[in-house]
């Protein structure tokens, strides 16, 4: 089995936080031992007349790194078509990230092609069941311990969402965490390890853009409410599996229905907010208030429980958060709204990808 490392594809995609590096590689003859070095009255060194007559080193764009896509099925019709293939454009084009705009679709984790590329990425509902075959656990555990990383889009899926995979292509709902089937599987490779929260703090957050995208655009019912709580400094509900010291397997709520843009580069989905009001005698009436559908519990970064009651099918309507305080929540859809979350969304994208092929 080929021996799978991450150096080489980092060093192929080095970046610099605020510039845009690349590679540099001179056609020049190798220059003959250096006399010692001599130094300007500032105590600089002064240029050699070998050094002067050299010719400048000439930039070459390192080769494009390939990114693998799981798709179980047809690959046509896999969530989010347009996301990650728009996303790979957008870090090339702002970062010096040299990335593959088109990824290389498999199957099964037993493909030996994993071995030649660093990244997996796979939304959870693309694979019908993560029951991992013997032949899958023996390949990602020899992948992970490598190197390998796996980012599994829409792998936190709160439990009000799970009767239907759908559900959470659509409801980034702050879950702390995993879904159990990916915590059984992993589980059945690693059986001494477990998903952690990501803490707030991680650098990932802040691997490429720091903090949040300018909020004045958005309504101001909405914007406390956005900085404060559901995209604090710009991050994101994630649960993370260790390997050898390293994050080796992230998951997270939807991604990529904020990354897709079609051939006109216009956004492909549009997004709205779900947020959580209270008022003044709110908590005694929703205490009381009857209910149509059914009631779950959602576990908190802190590890406390809000339980969730919802009116319609995967709508939640109200909570009763751990404090004793009750909110109910609000839907806004505004085409500034929509904009803003796929700015976030982006963003936080292209942190992931810095993140994983810088360290």
Same mark, same amino acid.
Request: glycine share 4%.
């Given at each position: 089995m080929t021996r799978f490392s991450l150096t080489a594809a980092a060093l192929a995609a080095t970046l610099f936080l605020g510039? =845009? %590096? @690349?590679? %540099?590689? $001179?056609? @020049?003859? /190798?220059? &003959? @031992? $250096?006399p010692p070095s001599l130094t300007t009255p500032q105590g600089q060194p002064a240029a050699s007349p070998a050094s002067a007559a050299t010719s400048p080193a000439k930039l070459t764009p390192p080769d494009p790194v390939q990114v693998i896509q799981l798709v179980q099925g047809e690959v046509l019709r896999r969530n989010y078509p347009d996301g990650l293939t728009s996303l790979l454009g957008e870090l090339n084009q702002k970062t010096s990230l040299a990335l593959d705009p088109d990824p290389l679709y498999i199957e099964t984790f037993d493909d030996p092609r994993i071995f030649e590329h660093p990244f997996i990425y796979v939304n959870y509902a693309d694979r019908a069941d993560w029951t991992l075959s013997e032949g &899958?656990? &023996? /390949?990602?555990? /020899?992948?992970l311990d490598r190197g390998g990383f796996i980012f599994i889009d829409a792998g936190i899926t709160p439990s009000f969402l799970r009767d239907s995979a759908q559900y959470g292509q659509f409801h980034s709902f702050a879950e702390w965490s995993v879904t159990p089937e990916l915590e059984e599987a992993f589980a059945s490779i690693y059986p001494d390890k477990a998903f952690l929260p990501l803490p707030r703090s991680h650098p990932l957050f802040r691997a490429f853009y720091s903090g949040l995208p300018d909020a004045a655009i958005l309504p101001d019912t909405v914007r406390d409410f956005v900085v404060n709580e559901k995209w604090p400094q710009g991050t994101y509900s994630a649960m993370g599996l260790t390997v050898n010291g390293r994050l080796a397997v992230l998951a997270m709520p939807i991604l990529a229905m904020g990354w897709g843009k079609n051939d006109l580069g216009q956004w492909t989905t549009f997004i709205g907010f779900r947020i959580r009001e209270g008022a003044e005698g709110l908590s005694e009436r929703l205490s009381e208030a009857a209910y149509t559908g059914t009631s779950f519990e959602v576990t908190r970064e802190d590890g406390r429980k809000d339980q969730i009651f919802t009116q319609e099918e995967a709508m939640p309507a109200w909570v009763h958060e751990p404090d004793d305080d009750w909110r109910v929540f609000r839907y806004y859809y505004t085409q500034e709204i929509s904009d803003? %979350? =796929?700015s976030f969304y982006t963003q936080l994208g292209v942190n992931l990808f810095v993140y994983v092929y810088t360290q």
């Open positions: 510039g =845009h %590096a @690349a590679r %540099a590689q $001179s056609d @020049a003859p /190798a220059p &003959e @031992a $250096s &899958e656990k &023996e /390949a990602l555990k /020899a992948y803003y %979350a =796929h």
